[in-house]
C-alpha cells in the first residue's frame, strides 16, 4: 500500500502549475497594447478649389501655369499631346525653366487612378521642391 501512496504522491508533484505563467504572459500582452504606437496613415496633400466659389479671377496673362490632363485611362496629356509618364518630370523642366512662377494644375478625371496624381506630383517636386502642384478634379 505503501508503494502505490508514494506513486501518487509523486504523480501530484510532476503536475506543473500554469496559472502564473499564463497571468504574466496576459500582463505583459496588455502592457504591450497600451504602450504600442501606432502608425497614423498620411493623406495627400492636395490643393482642391473650393466648389463654392464663386468669385473667378482671370489668369495673369504674364503667368503661365503648367497643365496636365488624366483622362480616366490614366494617359497624361500636355495640350493636345500625350506625354508619356517617364517624360513628365522633363516636360515639366523645361516650360518651368521658362517660368520659373509658374504652377503645376492637374487636371485628372473621377476615374482616374492617385498614382498618376502623384507621379507628375513627385517629377513636379524633383523639378523643384518648393513648387505648388494643384489638383482639379473633373468628370465627363
Known sequence: MS???????????????????????FIMLIFF???ASFVKEKAL???VPDPDQ???????????NILLT???ADEIYMGTNRVDSRA????????????????VIVRAHNKSSADTYV????AAKEVNPGIQVSLVPYED
Open 3 to 25: 508503494r502505490r501512496r508514494g506513486k501518487a504522491v509523486e504523480e501530484e508533484k510532476a503536475d506543473i502549475d500554469l496559472t502564473p505563467m499564463l497571468d504574466v504572459v
Open 70 to 72: 488624366v483622362n480616366s
Open 54 to 64: 464663386t468669385e473667378q479671377t482671370p489668369p495673369d496673362p504674364d503667368k503661365q
Open 45 to 47: 496633400d492636395v490643393n
Open 88 to 103: 513628365v518630370r522633363a516636360r515639366i523642366a523645361q516650360l518651368f525653366a521658362e517660368n520659373p512662377q509658374a504652377i
Open 33 to 35: 497594447i497600451v504602450t
Open 119 to 122: 507621379t507628375i506630383a513627385d
